[in-house]
């Protein structure tokens, strides 16, 4: 009995001694803008529109043909490029997908398993005013380490700023199109990225002030808010735990 008790008293003293951190990375670009809540490089012949908001940040992406003929877009030649390592779009390897597909018979549930292999398109023709969505890689492996992240407390949230030359981290999206599909006269676009500022806080402060409101006239019930402060096309997160327990 007494060991029991020591077990549980170890489980309480390690729970009440970690929390959860939210590590939030924002981003700025050079020739990306920020615009009504989007992220958006644009010249004459497409528009092209990200949204990093993932943990770890997905690269995830629209392009948008803004002209009156066909476009070609060839993922084999486009890359996401981080501290100068290439990283193609385009993958050979087939998805395997498993769905469970359910019936009734008689008050029994029953159900098959499905299972299809998925492969990946290459060569992407998006036609007039249209767009295709690209999100398959993300951006970092890991979060920012650095001692001046760890003073953090439920008053201090701790961050470091970074010019685009000081940046420990930068990222370029470079996509080759053409409007011919033999890419006789291809065109480049080479957005460029670097993460400006890091920040280390609790989830009061990454999730921000509560309210409640009705989504909905009709809804019978309020549904909790969150203003989410952080919650940028730009910006994206880590989530981990901050261990303070000493042995």
């Known amino acids: 009995m ?13 729970s009440s001694c970690t929390k959860k951190v939210y590590q939030v990375i924002e981003t700025s670009s050079s020739d990306v803008a920020e615009s009504e809540n989007s992220y958006i490089f644009e010249n004459d ?22 002209t009156e ?13 981080v501290n100068q390592k290439s990283f193609n779009y385009y993958s050979t390897d087939e998805k395997i997908e498993t769905r469970f597909v359910s019936r009734t018979e008689k008050k029994i549930k029953q159900g098959t398993e499905v299972s299809y292999k998925t492969k990946m398109l290459r060569m992407y023709e998006i036609p007039p005013q249209s767009y295709i969505e690209i999100n398959q890689l993300f951006i970092m492996d890991n979060r ?16 470091l700023i970074y010019t685009k ?14 409007f011919n599909p033999d890419f006789s006269s291809f065109q480049t676009v080479d957005n460029t990225f670097w993460v400006s500022k890091v920040t ?12 409640k409101e009705r989504i909905c006239p009709d ?5 909790v808010i969150f203003q989410q402060p952080f919650y940028k096309p ?7 735990v901050k261990d303070n327990t000493i042995f």
């Open 165 to 178: 030359k000081s940046s420990p981290f930068r990222f370029r999206n470079f996509i080759t199109y053409d």
């Open 2 to 14: 007494k060991n029991i008790i020591y077990m549980l008293l170890i489980v309480f003293l390690l």
């Open 45 to 66: 012949n497409l528009k092209v529109s990200y949204n990093f908001w993932d943990e770890a940040g997905r690269m995830y992406f629209t392009i948008f043909n803004k």
């Open 144 to 159: 920012f380490e650095y001692c001046e992240l760890n003073k953090i407390s439920n008053k201090n949230t701790p961050f």
């Open 69 to 81: 003929k066909p476009m070609f877009v060839d993922l084999n030649r486009c890359h996401l490029i």
């Open 200 to 211: 280390n806080m609790y989830k009061k402060e990454f999730r921000g002030e509560k309210s």
């Open 234 to 240: 730009e910006n994206f997160y880590f989530i981990f």
């Open 219 to 223: 809804d019978f019930k309020k549904k």
